[in-house]
């Protein structure tokens, strides 16, 4: 969602639930601030959250053609892991995120696919 008054932002959610082999279930949300910047070229996400409210989460710098398409990247750290994040850019409807999570607690790689809704 945009906000009239600060037109480089795009505020964005997604939610979801994690059910465990047991039948634990539990809901989740992360909110993100995507502010887009000129110069340099880059996209900020800040965390919305109230623990980091304002924090930065990347900022992905472009400059990098990946075979696929047109690639932005920056790497967090969070406590001793790191989350190394790319987003890239298939068309003007289709955009992915590859993010390789690494560390002494953490080894995990998420790969998620968005594309615009279809008549917008």
């Known amino acids: 969602m945009a906000e009239p008054d600060k037109p480089n932002v795009l505020r964005y959610r997604e939610e979801g639930f994690l059910t465990r082999t047991d039948g634990q279930r539990f809901d989740g949300y992360r909110e993100y601030d995507f502010v887009l910047h000129e110069s340099p070229a880059s996209i900020e996400l800040l965390f919305r959250d109230p623990l980091s409210f304002g924090n930065r989460y990347v900022m992905l710098h472009f400059g990098e053609d990946a075979d696929e398409g047109l690639c932005a990247r920056d790497i967090h750290p ?8 790319c987003m890239i850019w298939r068309d003007a409807n289709h955009f992915e ?14 790969h998620s696919i968005y594309r615009r809704k279809s008549g917008t």
């Open 78 to 85: 969070c406590g001793d892991d790191f989350y190394h994040h």
């Open 97 to 110: 995120t590859k993010i390789k999570i690494t560390g002494p607690k953490k080894d995990h790689f998420l």
